[in-house]
């Protein structure tokens, strides 16, 4: 046991009138909603990156936060594992992600960075099996190290596209050994700053290359998690490739890996693309590329990816609908991409953000399920496409302009609008959240 949460036991669930900062009010893993208990429904995870790697810095300022592993060595490698598996106790959630160098230093040579991880991912797999915490997914850092500021697979260098290979196979195989139910990649530089020193066609089809690659060595290692691609429209570059969910449906389609990979849907990824969360849900439900979502919100005025937890109820509650109006998770879950303000110094700041964006989410799920088992929603909708239920209607699919054009004149159509009734819909769903 390290020091670092002194004083802080494991969070507690006391119902919706506690006012205790550090225990759970809505979220309650063993309590069976639509079938499932809230924790399988939910799937939460922590992420690494943000809540044990990141120092606190804004472009006008760096480190704040003051950690006593980030020394960066091994030994303060080994330290961080400790506290990170302490905290997921603390909290009891049941999954936790990482790049591959948020757990462990970088060495002089590819080797030596996978060697560092590696040892560390033995820790990890002793620590799983202790707790019961599982990996939600891993993915390869392929965009902090300068060697990658032009790209990975789509850097104009082959020798990065080589590197970033071998790189992304040692993440997976680690993945892999710990069981991982998924393997997620960000396209964290694969997109252009200027058009003028880029030529589009020649990095989407490396990109698609790539990925077919990862896809084959799946395969190969029968890895059994999904593959995750997170769409992004910018930052950090100005256009990234993988824009939103729709434009990397076409990307894999276009490299036939549509059956392949599906997509992992952050919130505030989706605002920046000037989508809401549900949106792009509903948009991969539709094309059968639904996979994993990270959890998290943006500021609404500063453009920018902010990752902050979620803080939203209804605007959660909407979200999680859709996700069970999908059949709701299966390898996927979701993944806290959430950090605290570069003012939380301490632990406690932690533990009660998780807390708190965990509460938004089993309350959501509570009013998503509510919403759900009610069925006014479903049912107004049915109602909306009712017409399409008739045999004529559903013929008229597998006819032709002409023939469609011929009936129009001779029953003499004339169609009448009817209400989208949207206020009405709106104010049932307020009747939940
Ligand atoms: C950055 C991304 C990143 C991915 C994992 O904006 O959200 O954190 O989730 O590489
Ligand atoms: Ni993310
Ligand atoms: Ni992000």
């Given amino acids: 046991m390290s020091d670092f949460f002194a004083g ?19 979220y309650e893993p063993a309590r069976v909603v639509l079938g499932k208990t809230m924790e399988e429904q939910l799937r939460i995870a922590v992420a690494y990156w943000h809540s044990f790697a990141w120092p ?37 959630t049941p999954f936790y992600t990482f790049h591959d160098r948020d757990v462990a230093p970088e060495g002089r040579s590819l080797a030596e960075s996978s060697r560092n991880v590696r040892e560390i991912a033995d820790i990890f797999a002793k620590k799983q099996e202790e707790t019961g915490v599982r990996l939600l997914w891993g993915t390869a850092n392929l965009f902090s190290n300068r060697r990658f500021m032009s790209g990975a697979a789509t850097n104009p260098d082959p020798d990065v596209f080589a590197y970033a290979a071998a790189q992304v196979k040692d993440a997976l195989d680690v993945t892999h050994r710990l069981g991982g139910a998924n393997y997620v990649l960000w396209g964290g530089r694969e997109g252009y700053e200027t058009l003028l020193n880029t030529d589009m066609k020649q990095e989407l089809d490396h990109a698609g290359r790539f990925l077919s690659m990862v896809v084959d060595y799946k395969h190969k290692i029968g890895f059994p998690g999904t593959i995750l691609i997170e769409p992004k429209p910018q930052e950090p570059t100005k ?3 993988d824009y939103d969910v729709a434009t990397v449906f076409g990307f894999l389609q276009r490299f036939g890996l549509e059956k392949e990979v599906k997509v992992n849907i952050e919130v505030g990824h989706a605002v920046l693309a000037g989508h809401s969360f549900e949106h792009e849900i509903a948009t991969a439900a539709a094309l059968g590329i639904f996979g994993s ?44 991409d959430s950090k605290i303000r570069r003012q939380s110094l301490d632990p406690q700041d932690l533990i009660a953000a998780h807390v708190g964006g965990i509460d938004i989410c089993a309350k959501a799920l509570l009013a998503a399920a509510a919403m759900t088992e009610d069925g006014g929603l479903a049912k107004a909708l049915k109602e909306r496409y009712a017409g399409w239920e008739s045999a004529e209607a559903q013929a008229m699919l597998g006819s032709d302009l002409e023939t469609i054009a011929a009936r129009v004149d001779r029953e003499g159509l004339e169609p009448q609008p009817r209400s989208g009734r949207q206020e009405m819909l709106e104010n049932w769903v307020n009747r939940f959240v």
């Fill in 8 to 26: 802080i036991g494991k969070v507690p669930f006391e119902g919706p009138e506690s006012d205790d900062p550090l225990a759970y009010r809505y």
């Fill in 56 to 92: 606190g810095g804004d472009p006008f300022g760096g480190q704040t936060f003051e950690r006593p592993w980030f020394d960066g060595g091994m030994e303060a490698a080994r330290l961080k594992a400790d506290v990170a598996f302490e905290m997921f106790s603390i909290l009891g």
């Fill in 239 to 241: 256009h990234q490739y």
């Fill in 293 to 336: 979502v990270d959890a998290n919100r943006n500021d609404y005025q500063s453009g920018w990816d902010t990752d902050q937890f979620p803080n939203n109820a209804p605007e959660m509650a909407l979200a999680i609908y859709y996700i069970l109006k999908a059949g709701g998770l299966t390898t996927g879950g979701f993944n806290f």
